[in-house]
């Protein structure tokens, strides 16, 4: 599959340019438009301009693959459901992957220079080799990642403390006792499109996402509804949540397409459980050219 194909791009696409406006509440009309990111293709579907930090590579005794490189490896998440992990990249030294039989990346630790464990990522794979759930689990130092309160800022502070990183470190396994950050689980349709995304987020949140597709597999309708609680930590250290809350949402998606079949305009509208009608948010316009 190559970078265009990977991009849900028909036909011989030179370049994608994308330009973006939200709604103007008070001329009920597009606001200025944001020029977006430009991606170019070469003849045979590669992004042009993207150098891949290959590493080093080791093989163990049954063949399968280990690499060390800055960025890690390519994970193809489904179209529009990617997602990461914000850290302080100052921190981040190397990824190390580890890959399975069918060379797909498993196991990616984000490390720092000491070695140490930032987080990793756990993936695992359907009897269709897609992703089905990962998980983030964090290290034993998650609080070096943190940074000083707004104000703290504000005041000059650019780090916190080793005290009261360790602290941080106290609370996080406190209130993670299994590391676990995030979970994510994918289900698909009868002809591979996501369909539903359960996410859980420290034992904390949960949500479940759906999805309907148009006849160019491009998502028109999603649902999400979410659950979330506080917690706190008693006398004792044991974890105790309370005032949980509910939400949910809508978006739909509406799309204008040229001779090709892919989408130049996208308009979304957007609705809350509190809201009676759907309400237009924001467009997005594409500039396709071709070879």
């Known amino acids: 599959m190559t970078d265009r194909e990977r991009a849900r791009l028909r036909g011989p696409v030179r370049s994608v340019r994308s330009d973006l406006a939200d709604l103007d509440p008070r001329t009920n009309d597009w606001g200025p438009f944001r020029q977006g990111q430009t991606l170019v293709y070469d003849v045979e579907g ?7 930090d290959e590493g080093v ?42 890959y399975d039989a069918a060379d797909r990346p498993f196991e990616i630790v ?12 756990e993936l695992l794979y359907d009897g269709n080799g897609r992703i089905f759930r990962e998980r983030v689990v964090v290290g034993d130092d998650f609080g070096s990642q943190s940074s000083p309160s707004s104000q703290d800022i504000a005041a000059g502070k650019t780090e916190l403390s080793a005290r009261e990183q360790q602290g941080l470190n106290r609370i996080y ?11 994510r689980e994918y289900e698909y349709d009868r002809v591979g499109r996501v369909s539903e995304v359960r996410t859980t987020n420290l034992g904390l949140a949960e ?22 609680r506080e917690a706190n930590l008693d006398r004792a250290g044991r974890r105790i949540t309370r005032n949980e809350t509910s939400s949910e949402r809508w978006a739909r998606h509406e799309y204008r397409y040229d001779a090709q079949g892919n989408w130049v305009e996208k308009v979304t509208l957007q609705r809350q459980s509190s809201d ?10 594409r500039v396709i050219a071709y070879w």
């Open 46 to 52: 590669r992004l042009e301009g993207f150098v891949w």
């Open 57 to 98: 590579t080791t093989r163990d005794g049954r063949g399968l693959r280990t690499t060390v490189n800055r960025s890690g490896p390519l994970i193809f998440r489904p179209p529009g459901l990617e997602w990461g992990m914000s850290f302080d990249p100052t921190k981040l030294a190397d990824v190390l992957t580890r």
């Open 110 to 121: 984000y490390r720092t220079a000491e070695q140490k464990m930032l987080h990793r990522i």
């Open 173 to 183: 396994q406190m209130l993670m006792p299994d590391g676990v950050l995030m979970t």
């Open 207 to 228: 949500s479940l996402q759906t999805f309907i597709y148009d006849d160019h597999d491009n998502v028109v309708e999603e649902h999400e509804q979410e659950a979330s």
């Open 276 to 285: 009676r009608d759907f309400r237009r948010s924001n467009v997005t316009r």
